[in-house]
């Protein structure tokens, strides 16, 4: 009997400040390894930049994130931009992201399992395992765990154990390290994904942001139509980069206002 691969949508979160060639290179990467495994089948990607809410210097509007997006990956046939978290008022933090995303799959995935026995009229229930959303990240992203404040531990557990991490590595960032040195990833390492890049492809969007302030080239790093975007919207300006200045990062204020437990707890 054939063995059902399970169903696996890719979920990237970021500032998306803005999209590069790199990000759009993650989710191609993350795909080949995951069908490589036998055990998966990569249904969908998601691309879901943060709101304005997150308070991160240079971030320009999430409208225009939003538009960069898109226009970058309207040559993909299975990575969108969903737009929910950009949306919210407020930051919101990645395993709600992930919670809310999850739930809507859940549904997609329930109404087509319904419609399909119905149409078969008595056909046994399909077989095939219900989907599984991941997180996708490069391997910088795995040391953000460890910065004091940045995340609650039970947000940790939640990601690394009911989800799950594809994660990137690039460069000389060794994320096998991160993992070892946190518990709970530790406990959770048959759920993250290691990816090798063996293209090495430095693209940073910050080094974008800034040969653009500088009025430098920065052809094959973007999409043609996202620089013309850029150029006509006047995005990622001396002005622009002062945006948020001195701000504190909204997830380092929002935790910090999380109650102590004292050892008495």
Known sequence: MAVHR????????????PITNQHMRLFELARDHMHSTGLYQVVGGIVSPVSDGYGKQGLVLAK???????????????????EWESQQPDWTETVVTMRYHYGRILKEYEQSKGTHNHSNGNSTPLSSPAPQLKLLCGA??????????????????????????????????????????????????????????????????????????????????????????????????????????????????????????????
């Open 140 to 265: 910088d992203f795995l040391d953000t765990f460890k910065i004091p404040g940045l995340w609650l531990d039970d947000h940790v557990e939640e990601v690394a154990g009911r989800f799950g991490l594809v994660c990137v590595s690039r460069g000389g960032l060794q994320p096998e390290l991160a993992v070892h040195k946190s518990d709970t990833l530790s406990n959770h390492r048959q759920n993250i994904y290691l990816v090798r890049e063996w293209v090495r492809n430095e693209t940073s969007a910050t080094e974008v942001r800034r040969a653009l302030r500088r009025g430098l080239s920065v052809k094959y790093l973007i999409p043609d139509n996202v620089i013309d975007y850029i150029h006509q919207h006047n995005l990622y300006t001396e002005d622009s980069e002062r945006r948020n200045k001195g701000m504190v990062l909204k997830p380092l204020a929002k935790q910090a206002q999380q109650p102590v437990k004292s050892l008495d707890d």
């Open 64 to 82: 225009h994130r939003i538009a960069m997006a898109k226009l970058a990956l309207q040559t993909s046939d299975w990575v969108t931009v969903d």
């Open 6 to 17: 399970v169903p696996l949508v890719l979920l990237a979160c970021g500032s998306f400040n």
